[in-house]
């Protein structure tokens, strides 16, 4: 992409993680990418632009992408009239965007924490100001972290930022059961966090492979009537949908109380 791209908070994590990741997959060269940093200044990024100057970042960048958490972002806004502005924050809208930057051309995505290794799941969303051409761009950008869905509301960006923003933390509480009941039945620790974490990886990749209906999958291991079935039928009898339901719900409504401190 030909396009000079800035990433407030390029030093973080995230804002890290996908400017890696667009590297290494060539979406940018180095010399076309401006990272600034507050704590430190990143490493391994030969050719890149660094700096702490948020504006002198936004106005030299074609693209802004804001990269920070949402409470710190009001410290951290500029001005970028006209520009794109992509973000990657949850709980600020693209009306407040669009008014605090300045810009009619504005998109939301929602990368998660597996962007590092290159397996994110990112949906976005574009305000009607944002050109073909720019969502293009956004597609390219979060394309290189994994995979990418365009959604036609803001409002299931923000059911999503609750259902896929958290990236490993849903499957982790589960495994962290897991261990739990392992090890208070006398298995080792160490065996019981790798069963787990094996189960977890070898999940990942065979969905990875074949992309299987989750729902399949459990009718299939019902259909055995065996071991896994006992166990999945107990899962089902005790609440677990529920509870589900009952988190995401919290992660949801987490997300209103985010959109109504920023717009205060």
Sequence with gaps: MSATLGIIGGGGWLGGAIARAALDKGVIAPDRLTLSWRSRPPEGFAGVMLTQD??????????????????????????APGKLVLSAMAGVDMA?????????RVIRALPNAAAEVGASYTPLVASPGATEADRAYARALFGACGAVDELAE????????????????????????????????????????????????????????????????????????GVTAAGLSAMQGNGLAEAVRIGLSAALARTHAMHAAANS
């Design 96 to 104: 407040t965007l669009a008014e605090r930057h300045q810009t009619t």
């Design 154 to 225: 803001e409002a299931q960006l923000d059911y999503l930022s609750g259902l896929t923003g958290t990236g490993p933390a849903y499957p982790a509480l589960m495994a962290m059961a897991m261990v739990a009941d392992a090890t208070a039945r006398g298995i080792p620790e160490a065996v019981a966090l790798r069963a787990v974490n094996m189960l977890f990886v070898g999940t990942g990749r065979l969905i990875e492979k074949d992309e299987p209906d989750p729902a399949a999958t459990v009718e299939t291991f019902m259909a055995y009537r």
């Design 54 to 79: 948020n504006r002198a970042l936004c106005d030299s960048a074609d693209v802004l992408l804001l990269s920070v958490r949402p409470e710190d972002w009001p410290a951290v806004a500029q001005p």
